[in-house]
Nanobody, 115 residues
């Protein structure tokens, strides 16, 4: 089993920035993709950004140019730098990783952007 713990959420004004962090621990031997998803009230969980072990990235169109995902493979960490935040970015953000063929999820961290 892999455990994921997120940190860095909070309340910020529109136009501000936040940096989310996620630490993976447990039985880690070959984490492939890591990333972030989010779920706003009344909406389905959606992809925000993913990053492969090679460093290749994928972003949702809604966050391109504003968010940057990165990872530290040695520390089993993944980060999400969020700039120019908008009220529509308000959601619970979930850390994600895939090891072999199994998906793991964190408990989520709330991000609230006030207008």
């Amino acid at each position: 089993q892999v455990q994921l713990v997120e940190s860095g959420g909070g309340l910020v004004q529109a136009g501000g920035s936040l940096r989310l962090s996620c630490a993976a621990s447990g039985r880690i031997f070959s984490i492939n993709a890591m990333g972030w998803y989010r779920q706003a009230p009344g909406k389905q969980r959606e992809l925000v950004a993913t990053i492969a072990v090679s460093g290749s990235t994928n972003y949702a169109d809604s966050v391109k140019g504003r968010f940057t995902i990165s990872r530290d493979n040695a520390k089993n960490m993944v980060y999400l730098q969020m700039n120019s935040l908008k009220p529509e970015d308000t959601a619970v953000y979930f850390c994600y990783c895939k090891q072999v063929f199994v998906d793991y999820w964190g408990q989520g961290t709330q991000v609230t952007v006030s207008s």
